[in-house]
T-cell receptor, first 110, second 112 residues
Framework: GDSVTQMEGPVTLSEEAFLTINCTYTATGYPSLFWYVQYPGEGLQLLLKATKADDKGSNKGFEATYRKETTSFHLEKGSVQVSDSAVYFCALHNNNDMRFGAGTRLTVKP | SAVISQKPSRDICQRGTSLTIQCQVDSQVTMMFWYRQQPGQSLTLIAT?????????ESGFVIDKFPISRPNLTFSTLTVSNMSPEDSSIYLC?????????FGSGTRLTVV
């Protein structure tokens, strides 16, 4: 079945560092891909999404490009802030089924 | 995207008791989804709730433990029955809207 594999955490960065969280997927057909963020003590919020190959989702300085040839949807941000500390989940939606990666905890230190 | 109000936001419960979690959506939706997020884990789908029919449960989840109601197209409840410490988790409801999923803020349940 469909699955999502994302980079294991935790990830600790200094403020203004470059962030990459890797995500790869296995799916039949043409899934939509998502990144969700979960701040401490809160539920999940949609961060960005891409619905077809070569689409780039972006929000709050974060970007991810839907790469069908490498089945990847890596999350990037050029300069992280302390307020970006959270758990990030990669997810795919395909055939009315939603699958989540295990989550990557990011801590940004001042 | 849809706005979901979920309550309670957190609760501490005694083992053997039950807790009912409510989700209210700001517009009509066909399907509502209930997820569990155990400490340090990703999300696991418990069941899909359709209005006017019984919920569809995923493997490992049963109606007697997690009864669900869906009385109309904007509201659903999930009950965690006969709780044990292993039920301590975050429970989230979700709806599909505009090609993505929107989540409630979650209910953080601690069973003591």
């Amino acid at each position: 079945g469909d699955s999502v594999t994302q980079m294991e955490g935790p990830v600790t960065l200094s403020e203004e560092a470059f962030l990459t969280i890797n995500c790869t997927y296995t799916a039949t057909g043409y899934p939509s891909l998502f990144w969700y963020v979960q701040y401490p003590g809160e539920g999940l919020q949609l961060l960005l999404k891409a619905t077809k190959a070569d689409d780039k989702g972006s929000n709050k300085g974060f970007e991810a490009t839907y790469r069908k040839e490498t089945t990847s949807f890596h999350l990037e941000k050029g300069s992280v802030q302390v307020s970006d500390s959270a758990v990030y989940f990669c997810a795919l939606h395909n055939n009315n089924d939603m699958r989540f990666g295990a989550g990557t905890r990011l801590t940004v230190k001042p | 995207s849809a706005v979901i109000s979920q309550k309670p936001s957190r609760d501490i419960c005694q083992r053997g008791t039950s807790l009912t979690i409510q989700c209210q959506v700001d517009s009509q939706v066909t399907m509502m989804f209930w997820y569990r997020q155990q400490p340090g884990q990703s999300l696991t789908l418990i069941a899909t709730a359709n209005q006017g029919s019984e919920a569809t449960y995923e493997s490992g989840f049963v109606i007697d433990k997690f009864p669900i109601s869906r009385p109309n197209l904007t509201f659903s409840t999930l009950t965690v029955s006969n709780m044990s410490p292993e039920d301590s988790s975050i429970y989230l409801c979700s709806v599909e809207r505009g090609g993505g999923y929107t989540f409630g803020s979650g209910t953080r349940l601690t069973v003591v």
